[in-house]
Structures are given as structure tokens and as C-alpha cells.
């Protein structure tokens, strides 16, 4: 926090990959991090870096804060949702599962080989730091307020996120409704794939890209919207999207320096 006052005052344009700018409420974050916010003032002035939803906001900022890695899987496989109208705001699940280095770089018991090899298991059940982050930014575009359950676990790979979503729907629309509507929220978005119907996502086809893979379902008998997400953590789950955030404030093409695998 305070290196990043520091460079603001001094004129440095910033992407912060900490969680620090990412609540605009300061108390929610001193809630969940368990630490005081030493920076309020610049809460006002960070943009949330999610370049598929706030681009425009994006090239005139000078603070982004860089999306946490689960949050940017989640966000974008429900913002066509929301921004949309189509699915329950108070009744969304989401189950997600990360490999070991979205477990953070600190040494502990859980990620030593032993441990989280051969084994899958489910971890922050009481409350994962990144729900508060996904339902601020879920509720903006909803314009209300919207509740996520969220589980995440912890499965004995190197990176990669796989997010399986289940909304509700207020709509009887059918799966090709809704690839569509998919396809038209994203159509200028270089870095997210729509994928045809009966297809959904794997890890290994976003390992080491900047890519999020989108896959979707109509469950119509319980008029619910499965929707499968994966992204690398690594990468547009962190570092690539930072890139990506500083290429749109700079004026480059989104798209430099993360095309290769």
C-alpha cells in the first residue's frame, strides 16, 4: 500500500496485483484481509482491471487493481448474465477448483507435495477472500445487490482454473439463446473463447495463454444455466492480465506480448 502512494503522488501510472485497491469499501477489505487499509483516499481513484468490462476506464486510469485469479474466472463467465437480466442475483453457486500455485507463494502445510498430491480437497468453505470481489463488481453490473456461494479446492496440478457456475434463470431461453448472447458480449474481446455447444473447457487449453474459455449449458427441467470457466491463474488470473492492463493504459495493442503459448 504505502509503495503505491508513493508512486501515485509521484505522477507513476500503476497495476497493482495485490488485493489492496480491488474493494471500494474499505472496511470490507479490512474484514476479509485482516489488516488496516493505509491508503482510503486511493480507493476512489483504482479502476478494477477486468479489460473485458471496464476497457474504456482502463486507458485513463493510473491505478488499476489487477483482478484476484478465481475473481476474473467467475466474473466473466456471469457478466453477460447480469448485465443482461437473465438469471437470479441472490441465487448463484459457483465451484471452483485451482491448482497449487493459486494457493499463494507463502510456504505451508497444504502445499507441500505430500500433502496435495493424490488428493483433491476443499478449502476457505467458511469464506473465500475473493467473494466480496466478485459480487462488488458482479453487482455494478447488475445494478443490484447479488450473493454467490462459492466453494473453491485445491487439486494436485501446477496452475489452472476451472469454474463451474450455476444461475438460476428468469428466462426460458435455450442454450443457443444464450451462446449468443455470449458471443455479442464478447465479440470484440481477443483473449475470450465462446465455445460451440456440447464443447466445455479444459486447463490444458488455457495453460500458459491469457485466454478464458467460456462453455454453457441449459439445464431445462431445473431452469438452471450451467457455465464453465477456465483461465490459467498464472497468467490471466494475474501477469498476463497485468500486461494486458498496462498495453490499454499505454496505448498498445491489447493483445502484445501475450499471443504466444
Given at each position: ?30 474484514k476479509w484481509y485482516e489488516t488496516r ?43 453477460p448474465l447480469l448485465k443482461n437480466n ?176
Amino acid at each position: 500500500m504505502g509503495i503505491v502512494g508513493s508512486l501515485y503522488i509521484n505522477g507513476k501510472r500503476i497495476v497493482d496485483l495485490s488485493a489492496d485497491f480491488r474493494l471500494k469499501d474499505y472496511l470490507t477489505y479490512e474484514k476479509w484481509y485482516e489488516t488496516r487499509h493505509r491508503e482510503k483516499d486511493l480507493l476512489k481513484e483504482a479502476v478494477y482491471g477486468l479489460p473485458e468490462l471496464n476497457k474504456d476506464k482502463i486507458k485513463k486510469a493510473r491505478l488499476i487493481a489487477n483482478p484476484g485469479c478465481y475473481s476474473t474466472a467467475v466474473i466473466l463467465a456471469l457478466a453477460p448474465l447480469l448485465k443482461n437480466n437473465l438469471v437470479k442475483e441472490d441465487d448463484i453457486i459457483v465451484d471452483a477448483k485451482s491448482g497449487v500455485s493459486g494457493a499463494g507463494r507463502n510456504l505451508s502445510l497444504k502445499t507441500h507435495f505430500p500433502e496435495i498430491n493424490e488428493n483433491f480437497y476443499a478449502y476457505e468453505v467458511e469464506g473465500h477472500r475473493h467473494i466480496p470481489e466478485m459480487e462488488q463488481e458482479l453487482s455494478i453490473l447488475a445494478q443490484k445487490k447479488v450473493k454467490i456461494t462459492f466453494i473453491p479446492h485445491l487439486i494436485p496440478v501446477n496452475r489452472g482454473i476451472l469454474a463451474t457456475c450455476y444461475a438460476l434463470l428468469k428466462q426460458p431461453l435455450t442454450t443457443d439463446n444464450f451462446l449468443q448472447i455470449y458471443k455479442d458480449f464478447y465479440k470484440k474481446e481477443p483473449f475470450i473463447d465462446i465455445l460451440d455447444k456440447g464443447q466445455f473447457p479444459q486447463i490444458k487449453e488455457v495453460t500458459n495463454s491469457n485466454r478464458c474459455r467460456l462453455g454453457l449449458m441449459v439445464d431445462k427441467e431445473k431452469r438452471r444455466l450451467l457455465i464453465i470457466s477456465a483461465v490459467d491463474n498464472l497468467v490471466k488470473g494475474a501477469a498476463g492480465q497485468a500486461v494486458q492492463n498496462m498495453n490499454i493504459m499505454c496505448g498498445y495493442d491489447e493483445k502484445m506480448g501475450l499471443e504466444g503459448e
